[in-house]
């Protein structure tokens, strides 16, 4: 089977341990045979929900460490991605932020819903707040659905992860919001965007497998998406590759034919085998 890892982290990423250059090789010591980087640039603070001035600090050092990597590995085949955060909160900046280099590929996320801080950083007290913002969450994912500035959507549900750490358990809440999660897909998939199977749930403490849940990819499938990237999410060498072929091996038994790879922001299908 062919790897490829396209979600992975690097120093570039404020939260990661491991340059470009070893988590590729660690990448590589783990049979991944595709790398696309994907470091952080978010719109908003993660501490505070407001807009960051500075969030495209990080491109120039993603560009140096992707050089140095590849001059390192001149054999590999190492891509330029970026995980873009919130770009729902400010579209304009967002499109000029998406053109501001020669990406290959923009994984989309949402870490923190307006004017709020990251979901990791929440204090969850209850369940009917831990639904309110679920909801809430649901509703911006549809929104960004819309907008041209990303590939494919990342770790849809990730809120529910911090929840779930602090007593309240949302995953299997989760088909209770089956309404906006298909419409979500939908859009999706009349958009030509397509979402991500991340792999970091299956390393977490409460082993909660693949983000988003099985009945998620597979109701993706379902209403005709076809556009599915692989992740380890990885921000350390330890974990580079991890669990990619258990995602793999996931979406085949769940009907996919498929796995996609991106070149200059165009999809590539690769069969899985």
Request: charged share 25%; hydrophobic share 35%.
């Given at each position: 089977?062919?790897?490829?890892?396209?979600?992975?982290?690097?120093?570039?990423?404020?939260?990661?341990?491991?340059?470009?250059?070893?988590?590729?090789?660690a990448s590589?010591?783990a049979?991944?045979?595709?790398?696309?980087?994907?470091?952080?640039?978010?719109?908003?603070?993660?501490?505070?929900?407001?807009?960051?001035?500075?969030c495209?600090?990080?491109?120039p050092?993603?560009?140096?460490?992707?050089?140095?990597a590849?001059?390192?590995?001149?054999?590999a085949?190492?891509?330029l991605g970026?995980?873009?955060?919130?770009?729902?909160?400010?579209?304009?900046?967002?499109?000029?932020?998406?053109?501001?280099?020669?990406?290959?590929?923009?994984?989309?996320?949402?870490?923190?819903?307006?004017?709020?801080?990251?979901?990791?950083?929440?204090?969850?007290?209850?369940?009917?707040?831990c639904?309110e913002?679920?909801?809430?969450?649901?509703?911006?994912?549809?929104e960004?659905?819309?907008?041209?500035?990303?590939d494919?959507?990342a770790?849809?549900?990730?809120?529910?992860?911090?929840?779930?750490?602090?007593?309240?358990?949302?995953?299997?809440?989760?088909?209770?919001?089956?309404?906006?999660?298909?419409?979500?897909?939908?859009?999706?998939?009349e958009?030509?965007?397509?979402?991500?199977?991340?792999?970091?749930?299956?390393?977490?403490?409460?082993?909660?497998?693949p983000?988003?849940?099985?009945?998620?990819?597979?109701?993706?499938?379902?209403?005709?998406?076809?556009?599915?990237?692989?992740?380890?999410?990885?921000?350390?060498?330890a974990?580079?590759?991890?669990?990619?072929?258990?995602?793999?091996?996931l979406?085949?038994?769940?009907?996919f034919k498929?796995?996609?790879?991106?070149?200059?922001?165009?999809?590539?299908?690769?069969?899985?085998?």
């Amino acid at each position: 089977m062919i790897l490829a890892d396209y979600h992975i982290h690097s120093t570039a990423s404020s939260d990661a341990r491991n340059t470009m250059t070893e988590m590729v090789a660690a990448s590589l010591e783990a049979g991944v045979a595709q790398i696309c980087f994907t470091d952080h640039i978010d719109l908003d603070l993660y501490s505070t929900g407001k807009p960051d001035p500075d969030c495209l600090s990080g491109l120039p050092e993603m560009q140096r460490q992707m050089k140095e990597a590849r001059e390192a590995f001149p054999h590999a085949d190492i891509r330029l991605g970026i995980e873009f955060g919130e770009f729902n909160h400010d579209l304009e900046r967002a499109l000029d932020i998406s053109n501001a280099a020669d990406f290959d590929f923009i994984l989309g996320s949402l870490h923190n819903l307006r004017d709020t801080t990251d979901f990791f950083n929440f204090d969850y007290f209850d369940i009917h707040q831990c639904r309110e913002l679920l909801d809430r969450y649901f509703d911006e994912l549809i929104e960004m659905s819309d907008m041209p500035c990303f590939d494919v959507m990342a770790h849809i549900g990730y809120p529910a992860r911090y929840m779930r750490n602090a007593g309240f358990d949302m995953w299997s809440e989760m088909p209770s919001f089956g309404d906006k999660i298909e419409t979500l897909l939908k859009k999706l998939t009349e958009n030509g965007k397509g979402i991500e199977c991340n792999c970091s749930g299956y390393r977490s403490p409460n082993r909660e497998g693949p983000v988003p849940p099985v009945y998620i990819l597979n109701l993706y499938r379902l209403v005709g998406g076809e556009i599915i990237t692989v992740g380890s999410d990885a921000h350390r060498t330890a974990d580079a590759g991890a669990y990619l072929t258990e995602g793999f091996d996931l979406l085949k038994r769940l009907g996919f034919k498929y796995f996609t790879t991106f070149s200059k922001r165009k999809p590539e299908f690769t069969k899985i085998r």
